[in-house]
C-alpha cells in the first residue's frame, strides 16, 4: 500500500489546481501546470512533451524524482515533498539567437534568488553560472554559501511537422525542507556544501508560496527580457546578474570541458552570460564549465 503524501505533516502535498487558480493558469506566460508524485525527470518530461508540440509556458512539478540529473550529468535526488523540482518550457520568438537562449537559464536564476530571498526571508546569492547559494550561517566569520538549488537548461529543437519554434527546457530542483542529516556529503569537498532552506533557517518552508512566488518572478524577468527584444542591458537582466553573481571578483579553477583547468580572477560575466576570467596570459570568456571558487 503506498503511503498518505499526509503522513508526514512537515511536508504535505502541492495541490495542483490551487496553484493553477493562483498562476492564472491559461491567462498569462504559464498555459499549463501538471504535478506529478514522481517521475524520473522533469526535464525529461517536458522535453519529450515540447518535441510533441506543447505549448510555451508547461510547468511539470514532481514530488518525487528518480533520476534528475544537474550539470556535468550529475545525479540529483531528494526525499519526496522535501524540495521543489520542476521544469518549464519557454519559446522565443524564433527569431531570438541562440546566444540571446542562453541567457534563460542565468534569467531563472535571477527569479530564482529574488523570489526565495523575498519569501524565504534568507541571504541569497549566484555561482556562475546558475548555481542558487544561500547563506546558512555555517561560516567562521563573514557569510558562508551553501548550495541550495541548481538550474540545468536544454534546448529543444522545432517539433516535428513545424508544431511549434524551438524552445528551451529550464530545471529547477530547490532543497526546501531537508535536514543536515539528508544531505548528500559534498562530491568535492572545494565545492559549495549542500544546504536548504530549514538548514539556512528560513522564515518560511512552506513548498506551496515559494513555488508560487518563484514561477511569478520568472514570468516578470522573462517578460522584461522578451519585450527588451532579448537586450540582457535593456531589460536590466545582466546587471541583476551581476549584483547576484559572487564568482565575479573571485580567484577561481574552470574545469573546462574540453579538458585542463583554467586558473585567474573572474572579472564579469559578459553580454552572453560568459564567465571573463583575467589570467596571466590575458582575458578569456568561459561559456561553459565548472567552477571553483579558490580560497
Not at 99 to 121: C, F, N, S, T, Y
Request: with cysteine; proline share 7%.
Amino acid at each position: 500500500m503506498r503511503a498518505s503524501p499526509y503522513a508526514d505533516l512537515n511536508r504535505p502535498p502541492l495541490h495542483e489546481s490551487a496553484l493553477r487558480r493562483a498562476l492564472q493558469v491559461e491567462g498569462g506566460l504559464w498555459t499549463d501546470l501538471r504535478v506529478v508524485a514522481e517521475t524520473a525527470s522533469t526535464n525529461a518530461d517536458v522535453v519529450e512533451a515540447a518535441r510533441s508540440g506543447a505549448d510555451e509556458g508547461l510547468i511539470v512539478v514532481a514530488e518525487s524524482q528518480t533520476a534528475g540529473r544537474g550539470r556535468l550529468t550529475r545525479r540529483w535526488q531528494s526525499p519526496p515533498r522535501a524540495g521543489l523540482t520542476f521544469s518549464v518550457l519557454l519559446r522565443p520568438d524564433a527569431a531570438v539567437p541562440a546566444v540571446a537562449m542562453g541567457w534563460l537559464p542565468l534569467l531563472i536564476g535571477v527569479a530564482l534568488a529574488e523570489a526565495v530571498g523575498r519569501i524565504a526571508m534568507v541571504e541569497t546569492a549566484l555561482k556562475w553560472p546558475n548555481d542558487l547559494l544561500v547563506n546558512d550561517g555555517s561560516g567562521d566569520g563573514g557569510p558562508e554559501y551553501g548550495k541550495c538549488a541548481g538550474v540545468l537548461g536544454e534546448m529543444v529543437p522545432a517539433a516535428a511537422g513545424g508544431a511549434g519554434p524551438p524552445g528551451i527546457v529550464v530545471g529547477v530542483g530547490l532543497n526546501v525542507s531537508q535536514t543536515a542529516a539528508e544531505l548528500p556529503a559534498p562530491a568535492d569537498p572545494a565545492a559549495p556544501r549542500p544546504t536548504s532552506l530549514a538548514v539556512a533557517g528560513a522564515m518560511c518552508t512552506d513548498r506551496d508560496p515559494l513555488l508560487r512566488g518563484i514561477l511569478r518572478a520568472i514570468a516578470v524577468w522573462y517578460g522584461r527580457w522578451r519585450d527588451a527584444d532579448a537586450d540582457t542591458e535593456a531589460s536590466g537582466l545582466r546587471a541583476a546578474y551581476r549584483d547576484y553573481c559572487v564568482t565575479v571578483g573571485r580567484e577561481v579553477a574552470v574545469s573546462l570541458p574540453e579538458g585542463g583547468v583554467l586558473h585567474g580572477h573572474a572579472s564579469d560575466v559578459d553580454a552572453q552570460g560568459r564567465l571573463v576570467v583575467r589570467t596571466p596570459d590575458g582575458e578569456r570568456a568561459v561559456a561553459a564549465g565548472d567552477v571553483e571558487h579558490v580560497r
